[in-house]
């Protein structure tokens, strides 16, 4: 991975570890009483869904839209999901540890869990955040829910096309 110095200015600020931990922490933070925290190999597909304003702006408005149908009607976003998903592992990653490590969010073998604690300063960052980290927010939110809505996390992964 390139020195974090290196990088374009757009790199780092999209991809940066703190950055990216809130986007997964807001898609744990919705599964809070749901029938099942988000699942580990999920959080792989959070940021690929959700950093490319073209992939999210594709994204369904509501749950309702099934994901298999949304596929079929963009099939494109399948194929680079699919390669973006395996290029953003890295920082997925970081994200995950920088987040694990400051208390942000629990990592288990097989979930994501968010601190309810962090709430009052998550909530802050983002009034205080561009139109854009907000559109990436509600994202992350909308696509942990979908996930859930479509069903187990395997099946998930088998509808989108990718593989752990």
Known sequence: MTE?????????????????????????SVRKGASRPLAFEECFLV????????????????????????????PVEQRRLVVRSRLMVPF??????????????????E????EEKWG????????????????????ARFVSKWFLKAGSPSTVLAILGVRP
């Open 120 to 139: 009052g300063k998550v909530k802050g960052f983002e009034r205080g955040s561009s139109s854009e980290v907000r559109a990436c927010v509600q994202k």
């Open 4 to 28: 974090w110095t290196n990088r374009p200015q757009e790199e780092r600020a999209l991809l940066n570890p703190a950055f990216c931990a809130t986007l997964l922490w807001h898609a744990a």
């Open 47 to 74: 940021l690929p869904l959700v950093l490319p304003a073209m992939t999210r702006d594709a994204l369904p408005a509501t749950t309702a839209t099934a994901m298999l149908n949304w596929l079929e009607n963009n």
């Open 92 to 109: 997925t990653r970081t994200a995950l540890l920088f987040g694990a490590t400051r208390g942000f969010f629990r990592v288990t073998r």
């Open 111 to 114: 979930t994501l869990e968010a």
